[in-house]
């Protein structure tokens, strides 16, 4: 029984953006709530950036789920690097028009031009990893929303973020940027626990104290990514002892030396 | 697949590494307080050591210092005898710094050298109380009271012919340790010595011999010319302390050159 808990707890950290399994934090809230009102604005491109693990991704799918329903909206969590198969992806996704052969710009765009006269609908489309495209593709991408018949969401790292917007041409269009960044030591502690109890795990939520919650910050700096790594090792180490070693493990609260020793497994501690 | 054991290997490692710091900065503090307690204890057996000799040198002199007294106690008995022998001991031992002062003023030296037979005739004084203690304290088996009344009598009876015979001592110790090493000082002290003796040959000769050694001595020039005017030859003197104040304008020498011209220093 004991061993289903550790081994439930584990799955609810596994790395994933499902939108599903995105937890509701005050400040978060907030961010994404801005995120939200700047989609209906008139705008042409919106950035959203923060450093690896931040939740950039999640909330681009919560976005996309949130949307989804109410209006036109495409996602690509994975960068399409081939400019045909780019356009023709959106073609198909935002116009459903497949076409055969190549698409280039030129033709993408009279397709986009034909299909706004008849629906004026702006569509909305998500970059994900939007670092990735090469150099002459967002310059395309920039033409396009400076049309408004398309508007971009992207997300990009923070270190990527300055060589792009640094371009005279991206600063002018880009009219939102939102950052994202690191839980706070009492954000980390609501996020766990939130996370564990939307899985039924009380038990394993309930061995969570200020005291591990602070080693475990210290130990990811509030990093989503790091903390949910850490975790999925930690209850994995938890689930090998109680079907091991019983005695040698306590269960009314996160033990130290497990931590550390889940952190050494996932190189937070170089060991 | 988790490796656990590896992963329990692992964070041994780590913690040793961790601790590993602590460890070092922890033994080498131990290793700072034990070499510094080692020093400081050496220091206390050195200085215990030094002590220990200290306290054997004071026990040395402390012996050496009741034996005399023993002697005393002894001598006790004949009065008249004990006074001379205990003289070496007691006075006529003239300090150097005393000595150093004759030469900025006369009239201080006078003082001071006054002061000096005092101190003899305390010192004596003393010496002579000691007995009487000595006495009192001892079971009386001999009658005490007249022992002291003896004293009381030699002080009164003839205190002149003590401090004489005190001064000739002084000044043949003087006069010895003048010969031995020529100070310009005791030939001086000599030469106030004779001339409160009114020796006035003796005293001119010391002084004399002082200004040979050291013509720059106030007190010197102005013995020198006081024993000419005692000796009669006040023109000599006068001649001598103008010659004296053109080199040094010594205003003590002016104020005998007027005494003695005005006659008041005759």
Redesign the interface.
């Known amino acids: 029984m004991k061993n289903n808990i550790f081994e439930n707890a584990k799955s609810v950290f596994l790395d994933s953006v499902d939108a599903k399994d995105y937890v509701q934090l005050d400040r978060v809230s907030t961010i994404y709530q801005s995120l939200k009102d700047s989609v209906k604005k008139p705008l042409k491109m919106i950035l959203l950036y923060g450093k690896p693990g931040t939740g950039k991704s999640m909330f681009l799918n919560k976005l996309y789920h949130d949307l989804s329903t109410s209006q036109k909206v495409i996602i690509y969590q994975t960068p399409i690097l081939d400019e045909n198969e780019f356009f023709k992806s959106l073609a198909q996704d935002l116009f459903d028009v497949k076409y055969q052969g190549e698409l280039n710009f030129t033709q993408f765009m009279s397709i986009v031009k034909k299909h706004t006269i008849d629906n004026p609908e702006v569509p909305l489309v998500l970059l994900d990893e939007a670092q990735l495209y090469p150099t002459v593709q967002m310059e395309k991408i920039r033409l396009l929303s400076d049309t408004r018949s398309v508007k971009f969401v992207i997300t990009l790292h923070k270190t990527q973020k300055e060589d792009l917007i640094a371009k005279e041409h991206f600063k002018t269009r880009i009219w939102e940027t939102i950052e994202l960044e690191n839980a706070l030591n009492n954000e980390l502690k609501i996020y766990i626990q939130k996370k564990l109890m939307k899985a039924n795990c009380f038990d394993t939520a309930n061995m969570f104290n200020q005291r591990s919650v602070n080693f475990i910050y210290k130990l990811t700096k509030g990093n989503y990514r790091d903390t949910n790594k850490l975790l999925y090792?930690l209850f994995?180490?938890y689930s090998?002892?109680l079907q091991?070693s019983p005695s040698s493990i306590k269960t009314n609260e996160i033990s130290k030396?497990i931590v550390?020793?889940s952190a050494?497994?996932t190189g937070l501690?170089n060991? | 697949m988790?490796n656990?054991h590896e992963?329990?290997r692992?964070?041994k490692?780590?913690?040793l590494?961790t601790l590993l710091p602590y460890v070092v900065i922890f033994v080498s503090l131990c290793i700072i307080f034990v070499v510094v307690l080692f020093v400081k204890s050496s220091d206390m057996f050195k200085s215990n050591e030094a002590q220990h000799n200290q306290q054997a040198v004071q026990t040395h002199l402390e012996e050496t210092k009741i034996t005399p007294k023993k002697e005393v106690v002894e001598k006790n008995e004949t009065l008249k005898v004990v006074i001379p022998k205990k003289e070496p001991n007691l006075v006529l031992s003239p300090s150097l710094n005393f000595m150093s002062n004759l030469k900025h003023s006369s009239t201080f030296n006078e003082v001071s050298y006054q002061s000096v037979i005092h101190k003899d005739q305390k010192k004596e004084s003393i010496k002579q109380e000691i007995p009487k203690k000595e006495k009192i304290l001892k079971p009386a088996k001999k009658e005490p009271d007249p022992v002291i009344i003896e004293e009381i009598k030699l002080q009164k009876s003839n205190p002149i012919k003590i401090q004489r015979q005190i001064t000739q001592d002084d000044l043949s110790h003087v006069l010895k340790r003048f010969s031995k090493n020529n100070n310009p000082a005791l030939s001086l002290f000599i030469a106030k010595k004779y001339y409160d003796i009114e020796d006035y040959h003796q005293s001119y000769n010391y002084a004399l011999i002082t200004n040979r050694i050291n013509d720059n001595i106030d007190a010197s020039w102005i013995i020198f010319a006081k024993s000419l005017v005692k000796l009669g030859k006040k023109d000599e003197a006068i001649q001598t302390l103008q010659r004296y104040i053109a080199h040094s304008k010594s205003s003590q020498a002016k104020t005998l050159l007027e005494e003695i011209q005005r006659g008041k220093f005759r």
Do not use: D, F, P, Q
Request: no cysteine.
């Open positions: 090792s994995e180490i090998w002892y091991n030396k550390e020793m050494i497994h501690i060991a | 988790l656990v992963l329990e692992k964070y490692a780590y913690k590494k």
